[in-house]
């Protein structure tokens, strides 16, 4: 056990990054289960659900949910045709791999959008489609991480507020998280300058997400080069999760994405780099259950083995409509303008009243609360029957803090109407506090 690791009492890692994680000893698993699956914490709107209990909120007022970020915009209808059309496909197996008119789809899209024009991608080695970024995100870490490799337990960077899945994964594949706070005083990035020698020299993945879920910030060129400079110099994966990337404000300027980095540094074969995209956030589509990942081939090759394992390939059907997604970019630039006319709307009413940006990217709001996240959110709905999520549901006690305390994240993904609404109803509830 490293120094920076704190000590190790009775099998209880305790103190990276100043996190309890108990990776050893189950706290309440089956007897005769995997004990790792003792140290996962309850699913954010698991909580959210007990912090509400017992909670009614006024029948007059319609719910509004911001809790969830899940896209109601419509289906592009061409994509649902495609899906309907390819049904007969259901009675093939697929192979994991996917077909190679879809990964060809893909590295179309991803080479025009990052303009990979120097290293395009090569759709045979570079890219494999998968079943939403979700179980990507997860199952990556369980096919990288080599327990054997460190004779401490090897080490998973992340950000600290999190998507939950990283967590989970570091945990369940034998390493331990370190979380690096993502705060105002950081402009909202990890400052990777905080993370110990001894720590990077266990790191074996680094999770990054830009545009970052909750903050919405976007990494910029020199914060990609940074983690790729250590990514070399410590030996590391880097998985960069943008399946945010193409909800932004300003068509001049998408957000950069890590493969664009590594050609502009002239990395061969994208080594070390997996960028994560899906069609949920960008197409609206978030129960077709269909993205990708693309980059390095020697660990993609690996990791389609891992996959077939798994047995996570997409259906046919699946496949045909995804087709038809990535090869369209009108219904993405007009589900830009949705959200565009929402954030306009919504923080003409919130800002003179709630500490609220406007953020990078990305469709959620970060604000601070003028009173504990956990009140703010409980009140709130038994006030004005609106859901929030306390941001400390997305977060963890490290480096002497929770990031996500007196913050909530709230998700711009109903109506325009009901958005405004919502906005409306918190502008009244925070009148009262
Ligand atoms: C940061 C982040 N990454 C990944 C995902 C997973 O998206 P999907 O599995 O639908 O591609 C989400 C979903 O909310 C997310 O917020």
Redesign the pocket.
Known sequence: MSAAAGQNVAGAVTGIGGLPYNLVFPKHTTAGMNSRLGALQPYPFQRLADLLQGVTPPAHLSPIRLSI?EPQHAAPPFVLEALAASLKGLSQYPVTKGEAALRTAIADWANARFQLTQHPLDPERQVLPVA????A?FSIAQAVVDRRAHADQPVIVMPNPF?Q?YEGAALLSGARPYLLNTTEATRFRMDVARVPEDIWAQTQLLYV?SPG?PTGTVLTQADFAQLYALAEKHDFLIAS?E??SEIYFDEAHPPVGLLQVAQALGVRDYRRCLV?H?L?KRSNL?GL?S?FVAGDAAVLEQYLLYRTYQGCALPPPTQAASIAAWRDEAHVRDNRAQYRAKFDAVLEILAPVLDVQRPEAGFYLWPRTPIDEGEFTRRLYAEQNVLVLPGSYLSRHAQGENPGARRVRMALVASLTQCVEAAQRIRAFLQTL
Request: glycine residues 16%; contains cysteine.
């Open positions: 970020g939403g970024t979700r179980e995100l998507y899945i997400c879920n999760d399946c945010y994560f899906s949920s978030p259950r993205g």
